[in-house]
């Protein structure tokens, strides 16, 4: 091939585009040609600087308004006129269900019976692994969005990422950290009350638990603080009274929440 | 193990809406930067994103599991674009005329690469649309050239010729 032939060719060559035959014919013509070579250097340089034009990462905005769209969306498949609808109830009531209230009751019994009886048929090895797997794909995902929703700019993308951090069925470690970091940390007062819910959600695990106790004397906000006072009584915790006692020392704190500490630390039978 | 983009996808279309989470989180940021060396604009790719989004939803009893998902999925993205720029500028959506944009730059980079992208994301902006998208497609979304052919409804000899020429008017406008 000639030096018009090849040079169409080169970006081709770069992307591995050519069959090998055209490829090698590439290869070997350049080696030998130092015009189309310093083509194909030309062509290489350029092609490697377009790859490290950085890719740039969308705003939040995005995100929340994704998640908002395919809410509605979701809504809207649920909003159809009843027309559309198929309604199993109605469909029972209308073809199956007696009008006698002994026959009534008679197939009531029917299907409680045959349920049971039919159980193990149904039921045969526990819940169905691919309904596990999507639960889990979905845990997963919750985690991820409320990790990157945490570190936004936005009060209320905070707080979105608080309420999704919040539905996770087992949240992992590092959720509970970031849940912690956003109760200490946060200077919106709304998302710090949303991280203390979560983590008095959480409250089985140890970690949040420990957020809960350690939180209340880093707080300034007496909404803040009645809450976890609220949380702390609740918590069941033996090491709450100790918390509280702490928390009372502090100088400066609003007469409203010394008050309810005081009033808790009685009812703990310490006062 | 996590689930193939096209199994997911799969499952949107049975019914499973919710399931497109899973491609978003996947794709959005692929999706936007098409659009944005698209169009150049962030807040317009942003909107354009949550439209390709909305219409995967829309049509997604048009996918079918033997197609690639991300083939599928730029095929919107694209059909997006052209939607906007025919509502915006239909002679230009009509002809291969260059589409000036005002590319939006990248706030934290040191100054001779900042200089450099800056340089690159111009010049990219000024290749006429029908080539940027050739480019833009071959270069930053792994996409064969069969692919993109598929996707533009041409030729692969088009699209080699395309990205060539796409080539050349870079370095044209950089290095001359």
Redesign the interface.
């Known amino acids: 091939m000639n030096c018009e032939e090849i040079r ?1 060719l ?3 060559y770069l ?1 591995d ?1 050519l069959p090998p035959p055209r490829q090698e014919a590439v290869r070997e013509h350049c080696r030998r040609c130092a015009t189309c070579r310093r083509e194909l250097e ?2 290489t340089t ?2 490697q ?11 939040e ?3 929340a ?3 908002q ?2 809410a509605s ?2 809504a809207g ?1 649920d909003d159809r006129p009843a027309t559309e609808r198929f309604r199993p109830l109605d469909w029972l009531r209308r073809h199956v269900w007696p009008l006698s209230p002994a026959w009534q009751g008679a197939l009531v019994v029917l299907v409680l019976v045959t349920g049971w009886l039919t159980r193990p048929l149904l039921f045969p090895r526990g819940p169905d692994p691919r309904l596990t ?2 639960q889990q ?2 845990e997963q ?1 919750r985690t ?2 409320t990790l990157s929703m945490l570190r936004q700019p936005s009060a209320t993308d905070r707080l979105q990422a608080v309420s999704w951090g919040a539905r996770l069925n087992e949240p992992a470690p590092e959720v509970v950290t970031a849940l912690r970091g956003t109760l200490d940390g946060d200077p919106n007062v709304n998302v710090r009350l949303a991280a203390a819910e979560a983590l008095f959600t959480f409250r089985r695990n140890a970690s949040a638990r420990q957020g809960l106790l350690a939180a209340l004397s880093r707080q300034d906000s007496p909404l803040v603080q009645l809450a976890l006072i609220d949380y702390i009584v609740r918590l069941e915790e033996s090491r709450a009274p100790q918390v509280l006692r702490e928390f009372i020392r502090q100088p400066l704190l609003n007469p409203a929440v010394t008050k309810e500490a005081e009033k808790t630390l009685v009812q703990f039978g310490e006062l | ?3 193939s983009n096209e199994s997911i996808m799969v499952q949107v279309r049975q019914g499973q ?6 491609l ?2 996947r794709y ?3 999706v ?2 098409f659009l ?1 060396r698209m169009t150049g604009d ?1 807040t317009l ?2 909107d354009l ?2 439209e390709v ?2 219409r995967m ?1 829309k049509y997604r009893h048009t996918y079918r599991e033997s197609r690639r998902f991300t083939t599928w999925m730029f095929q919107i993205a694209r059909n997006v674009f052209l939607d906007h720029l025919r509502k915006t500028h239909p002679e230009v959506a009509a002809e291969s005329a260059p589409e000036p944009a005002a590319p ?1 730059r ?1 706030p934290t ?1 040191d100054l001779e690469q900042k200089e ?2 800056v340089r ?2 111009e010049a ?1 902006s000024r290749l006429p649309w029908k080539k940027r998208e050739m ?1 833009v497609l ?3 979304h792994d996409l ?2 069969q692919e993109i052919a598929d996707m533009l409804d041409c030729s692969v000899s088009a699209i ?2 395309g ?2 020429r796409a ?1 050349e008017d ?2 044209r406008m ?2 001359t």
């Open positions: 169409p080169i970006v081709d992307t585009e030309d062509v350029l092609w600087q377009l790859g490290v034009l950085p890719e740039e990462p969308p705003g905005r995005l995100r308004n994704f998640y769209m395919l969306y979701q498949l797997e999507m794909q979905m995902l991820t969005v | 193990m996590s689930l809406v919710e399931r497109l989470a899973i978003f989180e959005h940021v692929k936007f930067n944005l962030r790719s942003e994103t949550q989004f909305f939803l939006d990248a980079e450099s992208v690159l994301r990219l480019l071959s270069r930053y064969k050239y080699k010729v990205v060539h080539m870079l370095r950089l290095w």
